[in-house]
């Protein structure tokens, strides 16, 4: 249950941390039956657990529509930077919390970095960090931006030290460093009208052209909010393709395909010895009630489903709508779950399936 210091997973906002997670590739364990589990020693079946239970948590990656979408967006950008000296292009992605914001801005610096590393295999060698991830302090001033960046390459910052003075430290370490993609993620601490917040905005825009890096912002509600309002966010609009990230809905029946598709593919990642194929998926009406589409709620409900008929030796190792219901996630969806009284949103029906010969989402 509980992780070794040694063995905790990494800060993404500090330097060997993102190297150590974008170096990682983690694979999912095989299914084994439950005579093989009762067969192993007390401590290969403690580390099979483990193994399990690290990917349940933080392994699992399925390309959405809207995760390839943003990683097509995300290569536009790097081909228009790739000749400009200024004023780069960037992706912006917003979206309520839950919706897979966190995942997608993962997916695309894992994506990134495996393209840098395939075309300079001994980057490493040479001091280079192709991606670069920081998130906005809350009620943020230009300061205490910069001092993330600075945080991130374990720059020592003086108390005494002017922004500026950090600044141009930081876009060293950056060229330096050969940074190619900038995730600037909780940039909504940017969107309120607090003292300094423009700042930031002036010292984030500086940097696209003191750098050649792309930049990723990442944020809820950043569209619908202040931060692209005014002189400095019709610069960032002018700059920025954005992606406005959505849950799963159930209007139509192609809308339901996605989402049966969705929970096909996540169970495929399940390793749980009796869970029986299509058992998710068959809760489709189930989830989406639980959920309301949101790829957050759905994702912590099922791993910690799955990880409690892991640990539980009182349970079968599958899920159920009993398992799921002594589930509590996420506050929205609780109190969705409360006043909606989970009124029918999806028809149950048998032909909402994925069709023979359709792929999945991988």
Known sequence: MFFHHDDRPAALNQHEGLLQYLSTTTTKPATVTAQQLAAMDDGSRAAYNRARMVHLSGGILISTPQLLTAQKMLASSFAVNSGRNSGHAGLMISGTSTVGKTTTTKALMRWTFEKYRTQFPDFSRHGHMPVVYVEVPPASTAKLLMTAFADFFGLTIRRSETMDSIRRRVVAALKDAHTQLIVVDELHN???????????????????????????????????????????????????????MRPFNTRTEEDRHLWVKFLTAYENQL??????PNSIRSM?????????????SLTRLLSSAAIEAITNPALPETITEALLDSITIDHTAEARRRTEAFR?????????????GDSEFS
């Open 271 to 276: 390793t749980l010895t009796d869970l029986e």
């Open 344 to 356: 029918p949103i999806i028809r149950r029906s048998s032909t909402v399936r994925t069709p023979a």
């Open 284 to 296: 489709h009406d189930y989830l989406y009630r639980r959920t309301g589409g949101s790829i957050g």
């Open 190 to 244: 940017l969107a309120s009208r607090n003292v300094g917040n423009g700042d930031s905005v002036d010292v984030l825009k500086s940097l696209h052209n003191d750098v050649a890096a792309t930049f990723v912002y990442a944020g809820i509600d950043l569209l619908g909010g202040s931060l692209l309002a005014g002189a400095r966010g019709q610069q960032i609009a002018g700059r920025f393709a954005a992606l406005e």
